[in-house]
Nanobody, 126 residues
Framework: QVQLVESGGGLVQAGDSLNLSCAAS????????MGWFRQAPGKEREFVAA????????NYAYSVKGRFTISRDNAKNTVYLQMNSLKPEDTAVYYC???????????????????WGQGTQVTVSS
């Protein structure tokens, strides 16, 4: 069993930056694909970004491409989401997810992920 704990959320103004972290338990983190998803009030959860087990492949939603960067530190069992130029429409609960198997690399599909964190709130004011 893998436990994921997100942190780094908060209330910021439009144009600001935040760096989310997701700490994972377990000794096999380095073999997992990792993803970030978000859910805004009244909306379905949506894909934000994903990264392969090695960090060599990444994938981004069109709405965040060029503003968000996903990265990972396998030595620290942690995946990050650096969010720049935040917009009010980025307001959501952000979830970290882990996939046990390496393939497909950096998948954007929820059903491909096996473990989920509890989420961290990001609120961007205009």
């Amino acid at each position: 069993q893998v436990q994921l704990v997100e942190s780094g959320g908060g209330l910021v103004q439009a144009g600001d930056s935040l760096n989310l972290s997701c700490a994972a338990s377990g000794r096999t983190f380095s073999s997992y694909s990792m993803g970030w998803f978000r859910q805004a009030p009244g909306k379905e959860r949506e894909f934000v970004a994903a990264i392969s087990w090695s960090g060599g492949s990444t994938n981004y939603a069109y709405s965040v491409k060029g503003r968000f960067t996903i990265s990972r530190d396998n030595a620290k069992n942690t995946v990050y989401l650096q969010m720049n130029s935040l917009k009010p429409e980025d307001t959501a609960v952000y979830y970290c997810a882990a996939r046990r198997r390496a393939e497909p690399l950096a998948t954007p599909y929820e059903y491909d992920y096996d473990y989920w964190g509890q989420g961290t709130q990001v609120t961007v004011s205009s």
